[in-house]
């Protein structure tokens, strides 16, 4: 297993009670553990959101994590 | 559908029917089709020769929800080129209760002499002297507007940056609550307004003459379900209501594509301060509103009431834009501070995205240090003031720059870029260099292909027809008085052909879903018609030096587009 640290963004971080945003919520995932598992994991749909970004980069669903990542959510947005 | 033609020479208003070639055209569409055909490409934007145009959109005034957007058009005394600039708030849709389709200013009058036009509710339309509000900042202005007229009026007015003609004024307009606290900020066409001598326009909400739809039973079952599109998206009804537009700040920051520091760095340290997240968390902890009504018609409720510690009010609404360029350009990480910019702003009728990178030239520059909050309040207070310092300021970073003989200023045709730096969002640099009116986030933004994954935003591939692609649909978004954050819906299959519904039942047609690009097209056509024969050429259509040249961190890409590239933007 690995560990990967979740910072949620937008409304996201609504389903998870007591959630701390200077934290962020460490998952406990399997090793070699892709984008959608982490999203399977957590529970949250694409319909939803669920936006995966590591070091300033869009990952796509099928992409792996490491160990150690720390892992933006985020919601689509569409400018403002 | 009826013009007001308003000659501020002669001190006459008169009505006039819409000519036919105007027909069927509304908001950002009828402004810029007017322009391009009867403003001179040369003439000088704060002279006699140039026209002010307020548009409601095509939908404006009718049920249809998130309607609102008033587009205003001239030739920008910032840019030179064509403008539109669009504000929700209350006045379109009262213009559009009223059947009015058009204010159109012409003329200019005598140096210092001041006039409002009134609109009452039966549609009689007066220009009233203005001489005892002169210098007057907005919210004293307002209020005094809504003593004297009532509160179900809706008001246009510049302050004192749009009386000073100066080149980063904008046009605020009221909110549903009576605050001059939305703009048409872009462009400058504020001064365009206090060089025609027009300190105001008020226009009574209660107006009943609306032009007629044409099958009402079909618009309004379209209108029902579009509404309920919009409701049911989540950006649009859930993101937006609960963060506002500032729900931006942490996308663009994990991106490494926030401008800050001037446009040195692409991440900006402490973003998490400045928030949507920490925004709302502040605003709901002093009793503020995170979700506000701003606009008639709105269902979405992005706007905010931001107070401060006591829980009183000290703007509306904050939004990303503006926490961007007083924060991010500024190194500011502090939300009362930005929240005071950008009620100042508001205040004085300037642009929060040219004043707020206007102050970050300056701060690099080597005027204050970035994140000095007193400093960049002081800066703002000068143009207030008019002294020397404030006059060049409130003409913006270009004015700025050239001042300071400051290489690094961000601007495309002298009006600043938006909050998503080109070098971390290639697409939207491609709009910035190419929109026939400047840098401009609201003409082609392309970040949802980003996060929805369509996109590679660090890599050329692909960037030039998602900017075409956008700015094609913005047009016609403003066009239609439609909110570009509810216009997100027209992307869902339900949300298209409910509004192509509605657009039908309004006007009586049976358009296919080829006729809302088709709308743009034109529009777009018109603008950079207008730009040739301004003379404005390709060569116009780039983005200063640095950001071919200075990487920005933390991707340490520059900006990646071909000339040749660029010049395929409009190839239709």
Same mark, same amino acid.
Request: charged share 20%.
């Given at each position: ?23 962020? +919520? $460490?998952?406990?995932?399997?090793? =070699? @553990?892709? !984008?959608?598992? *982490? ?21 796509? +669903? $099928?992409?792996?994590?490491?160990? =150690? @990542?720390? !892992?933006?959510? *985020? ?6 | ?572």
């Amino acid at each position: 297993m690995m560990k990967v640290t979740v910072r949620f963004f937008g409304t996201l971080s609504q389903k998870f009670p007591g959630y701390d945003p200077e934290k962020g +919520l $460490e998952v406990e995932i399997a090793d =070699g @553990a892709r !984008v959608k598992d *982490l999203l399977a994991r957590l529970r949250i749909s694409e319909v939803k959101g669920g936006v995966v970004a590591v070091d300033g980069k869009i990952l796509h +669903l $099928e992409n792996p994590l490491k160990q =150690g @990542a720390s !892992v933006h959510l *985020l919601q689509t947005v569409y400018g403002g | 559908m009826k013009f007001v033609k308003v000659n501020m020479s002669e001190k006459s208003v008169q009505f006039q029917e819409v000519p036919k070639d105007y027909v069927g055209l509304g908001g950002r569409g009828l402004t810029s089709v007017m322009i391009n055909a009867e403003v001179p490409p040369k003439c000088d934007p704060l002279g006699s020769e140039n026209k002010l145009i307020f548009a409601p959109g095509l939908l404006s005034g009718t049920n249809l929800v998130n309607t609102s957007r008033l587009s205003i058009g001239a030739k920008s005394p910032l840019t030179g080129t064509i403008k539109e600039s669009n504000a929700g708030g209350t006045v379109a849709a009262a213009l559009g209760h009223l059947g009015i389709t058009a204010i159109i200013v012409e003329g200019q009058a005598a140096r210092g002499d001041l006039s409002i036009l009134r609109i009452d509710e039966k549609g009689e339309a007066n220009l009233l002297p203005a001489q005892a509000y002169k210098g007057m900042r907005t919210y004293a202005f307002a209020k005094k507007l809504l003593e004297a007229y009532g509160e179900k009026t809706a008001i246009l007015c510049i302050g004192p940056a749009g009386e000073s003609q100066l080149t980063a004024a904008s046009v605020q307009t009221t909110d549903i609550d009576g605050r001059p606290c939305r703009a048409a900020g872009r462009g400058g066409l504020g001064a365009v307004m206090g060089a025609k001598g027009l300190k105001a326009i008020v226009v009574d909400q209660r107006g009943k003459s609306a032009d007629a739809i044409a099958d009402p039973k079909a618009f309004n079952e379209a209108a029902k379900a579009f509404a309920q599109t919009i409701k049911a998206h989540p950006f649009s009804g859930q993101m937006l209501p609960a963060l506002g537009t500032a729900g931006l700040v942490a996308p663009v920051n994990s991106l490494g594509a926030f401008p800050c520091y001037n446009a040195t760095k692409g991440v900006l340290e402490g973003w998490e301060k400045i928030s949507g997240e920490n925004m709302a968390k502040i605003i709901t902890e002093r009793g503020g509103k995170t979700a506000h009504m701003g606009c008639a018609q709105c269902v979405v409720h992005c706007s905010n009431e931001y107070v401060d510690k006591q829980g009183k009010y000290v703007t509306a609404s904050l939004e990303y834009e503006t926490i961007w360029s007083m924060g991010g350009m500024t190194g500011i990480t502090d939300l009362d501070t930005i929240a005071k910019l950008d009620y100042l702003c508001d205040d004085i009728g300037l642009d929060t995205m040219s004043t707020g990178v206007a102050v970050a030239v300056a701060m690099d520059a080597g005027q204050a240090k970035f994140g000095d909050g007193e400093a960049a309040i002081r800066m703002v207070e000068e143009v207030a003031k008019g002294t020397e310092f404030g006059k060049v300021l409130g003409n913006g970073p270009a004015a700025v720059g050239k001042h300071l003989k400051h290489h690094r200023v961000p601007v495309v045709k002298g009006q600043s870029i938006a909050a998503y730096d080109p070098r971390g969002m290639q697409g939207n640099g491609v709009t910035y260099a190419t929109c026939p009116m400047g840098a401009d986030h609201t003409a082609g933004n392309v970040i949802g292909d980003y996060l929805g994954g369509a996109l590679d935003p660090l890599k050329p591939d692909g960037q030039v027809a998602a900017s075409r692609n956008s700015q094609i649909a913005m047009a016609s978004v403003d066009t239609m008085g439609l909110c570009l954050l509810a216009s997100v819906v027209l992307k869902t299959p339900e949300g298209g052909e409910a509004f192509l519904k509605a657009l039908n039942a309004k006007l009586g047609t049976n358009l296919g879903p080829e006729a809302i690009p088709a709308f743009g097209i034109k529009v777009l056509q018109a603008e950079r018609e207008f730009n040739r024969k301004a003379g404005f050429t390709s060569k116009d259509d780039r983005l200063p030096e640095f950001f071919y040249k200075e990487p920005l961190p933390p991707h340490n890409k520059v900006f990646l587009i071909s000339d040749v590239d660029l010049d395929s933007t409009f190839n239709f």
